[in-house]
């Protein structure tokens, strides 16, 4: 099972945003509604962003947010901040047989 | 809301095997699935599989398995993974993370995560 495709690096100036895409094929993130996002600071574990595709926790703020076409998924990040420096990892569920399967990871950098 | 503290760092040499724990604070453990990820230095997450906390029943990727058991103890709220017969590719921080299957369904995502517990693999 491959790992979802994400880009290496994205940056923005502060207030900006930028776009993450991850992506998967038909038997992943086409087929479910169950990609999740995660952010992880350095020497950190990592924090739910974004779970079904859209949905935000209680405490992340909203200038994230998540959409999916096909087999697509992608995180937004609307007005930058310095804090939101960081890596981003989506997930997506992908059947019983292999359950679940990681982006290989964005670094974004706030310039 | 639950918080979960892992075991400390290990220093393991080939061949050899670890147990890595992962302890529940806070919120009822027997509503969660507890899944293990590992980072490799400087690379992207491995989800390894999980553990039903409250029926023990398990579920491994394929590479985990035959290597890999994950175990719980619901009286102590904590869970466990073992790997065996380590090699230097094993060197990573493993995470423990719970998924919500207190409802009908299993959320399918990963809420709350350990600290993470570094396995270093080397003679």
């Known amino acids: 099972q491959s790992a979802l495709t994400q880009p290496p690096s994205a940056s923005g100036s502060p207030g900006q945003s930028i776009t993450i895409s991850c992506t998967g094929t038909?038997?992943?993130?086409?087929?479910?509604?169950?990609v999740s996002w995660y952010q992880q600071h350095p020497g950190k574990a990592p924090k739910l962003m974004i779970y079904?595709?859209?949905q935000r926790p209680s405490g992340v703020p909203d200038r994230f947010s998540g959409s999916k076409s096909g087999n697509t998924a992608s995180l937004t990040v609307s007005g930058l901040q310095a804090e939101d420096e960081a890596d981003y990892f989506c997930?997506?569920?992908?059947?019983?047989?292999?359950?679940?399967?990681f982006g290989t990871g964005t670094k974004v950098t706030v310039l | 809301q639950v918080q979960l503290v892992q075991s400390g760092a290990e220093l393991k040499q080939p061949g050899a095997s670890v147990k890595v724990s992962c302890k529940a604070f806070g919120d009822t453990f027997i509503g969660y699935n507890i899944h293990w990820m590992r980072q490799a230095p400087g690379q992207g997450l491995e989800w390894m599989g999980c553990?039903?906390?409250?029926?023990?029943?398990?579920k491994y990727a394929q590479k985990s398995q035959g290597w890999v058991t994950m175990t719980r103890d619901t009286s102590i709220k904590t869970a466990y993974m073992e790997l065996t017969r380590l090699t230097s590719d094993d060197t990573a921080v493993y995470y423990c993370?719970?998924?919500?299957?207190?409802?009908?369904?299993?959320?399918?995502?990963?809420?709350?995560w350990g600290q993470g517990t570094l396995v270093i693999v080397s003679s």
């Open positions: 553990v039903n906390a409250k029926s023990g029943g398990t």
């Open positions: 993370a719970t998924e919500d299957c207190s409802g009908r369904r299993c959320q399918k995502d990963f809420d709350y």
């Open positions: 038909s038997s992943d993130v086409g087929a479910y509604n169950y």
């Open positions: 079904g595709v859209t």
């Open positions: 997930s997506s569920y992908a059947g019983s047989d292999n359950p679940y399967v």
